[in-house]
């Protein structure tokens, strides 16, 4: 069973730097993709960023272009969101994702692995 777990949301001040963490557990990601979701208060999940496990290949939501990074570590089974210059409306809770695919850009439903989730607050 694929186990998720996120850590690092914590309270940052527009401007600065934060990196989330996702512990994968549970099985080999090399015909996976990984992806960070975030859910606004009071508004539906959306798509950050993607990566594919085997090659590292990457893809982000316009939104967070340019600023956020998604990265993993093979060796730790650990994926990562480097996030920088962070604004107010990246509030939001953060999920990471794990779907059985190859391609960076499956339906939201493809991800079938999903963490609790760890809180992000950007403060103006």
């Known amino acids: 069973q694929v186990q998720l777990v996120e850590s690092g949301g914590r309270l940052v001040q527009a401007g600065g730097s934060l990196r989330l963490s996702c512990a994968a557990s549970?099985?080999?990601?090399?015909?996976?993709?990984l992806g960070w979701f975030r859910q606004p208060p009071g508004k539906e999940r959306e798509f950050v960023a993607t990566?594919?496990?085997?090659?590292?290949?990457?893809g982000y939501a316009d939104s967070v272009k340019g600023r956020f990074t998604i990265s993993r570590d093979d060796a730790k089974s650990t994926l990562y969101l480097q996030m920088n210059t962070l604004k107010p409306d990246d509030t939001a809770v953060y999920y990471c994702?794990?779907?059985?695919?190859?391609?960076?850009?499956?339906?939201?439903?493809?991800?079938?692995?999903w963490g609790q989730g760890t809180q992000v607050t950007v403060s103006s």
């Open positions: 994702a794990a779907a059985r695919s190859l391609s960076l850009w499956p339906n939201i439903r493809t991800y079938e692995y």
């Open positions: 549970g099985g080999t990601f090399s015909r996976y993709i």
């Open positions: 990566i594919r496990w085997i090659d590292a290949f990457t």
